[in-house]
């Protein structure tokens, strides 16, 4: 199977920070990235991981466990132009497609 | 600009008739994909093309649907035959690396 599975939906506080996870299953995984889109706007990347660790891109950052088919997106110093959806997806697999996730819809309350 | 358009932005429909969406990817871009969207779901791939190759077609794309990437620049998504199931938002996107890709602006598509 190639389903990940998130959240469908978090709130969170300007300024705090928010964790959002993404479980997936292992069959021909190769590595995960990580989209954001806001309501009537198109997916923009994010991040992606192909290895074990995190990586960090500003306020965002993106953790990946093979052992565990795990990852997460951390954002931090939340603000309100964060509120959006958050999709994990794995790929590109061999023939270079990507599997989105269902999404995790963000809101970020004052 | 310089990042993937695609035209109309909307298109209504009655069903049974066909439509043809465009897709105009960053000029540099080999990769091109297209997907669909529908509420509260992620995108959800339906073809590739790799300059004007078709590398990948989806199991839920009937064979109502068809692309073309000619000379491997622009891209047509062709629906026959349109019906009520085919309303979504259709998007485009063009990469030079899979993992990476530039999405458009996509098309909403509402079958009648």
């Known amino acids: 199977g190639q389903s990940l599975e998130q959240p469908s939906e978090v709130t969170a506080v300007e300024g705090a920070i928010v964790q959002i996870n993404c479980t997936y299953q292992?069959?021909?995984?190769?590595?995960l990235s990580w989209y954001q889109q806001h309501d009537g706007g198109a997916p923009t990347f994010l991040s992606y991981n192909a290895l074990d660790g995190l990586e960090e891109t500003g306020r965002f950052s993106s953790f990946l466990s093979r052992s565990d088919s795990y990852g997460y997106l951390l954002l931090q110093e939340l603000q309100m132009k964060d509120s959006a959806s958050y999709f994990c997806?794995?790929?590109?697999?061999?023939?270079?497609?990507?599997?989105f996730g269902t999404g995790t819809r963000l809101t970020i309350i004052p | 600009d310089t990042g993937v358009s695609q035209n109309p932005r909307h298109k209504i429909t009655k069903r049974g008739q066909n439509v043809t969406f465009r897709c105009d990817p960053i000029?540099?871009?080999?990769?091109l994909y297209w997907y669909r969207q529908t509420l509260g779901q992620g995108p959800e791939f339906l073809t590739y093309?790799?300059?004007?190759?078709?590398?990948?077609k989806s199991r839920l794309l009937s064979d109502r649907f068809s692309a073309e990437r000619p000379k491997g620049s622009f891209s047509t998504l062709e629906i026959q035959r349109t019906e009520q199931g085919d309303s979504a938002m259709y998007l485009c996107?063009?990469?030079?690396?899979?993992?990476?890709?530039?999405f458009g602006p996509g098309t909403r598509l509402t079958v009648t």
């Open positions: 093309f790799q300059n004007e190759a078709q590398l990948e």
């Open positions: 996107a063009s990469t030079t690396s899979p993992y990476e890709q530039y």
């Open positions: 000029s540099e871009h080999n990769r």
């Open positions: 997806a794995r790929g590109p697999e061999g023939n270079e497609k990507l599997t």
């Open positions: 292992t069959s021909g995984f190769y590595g």
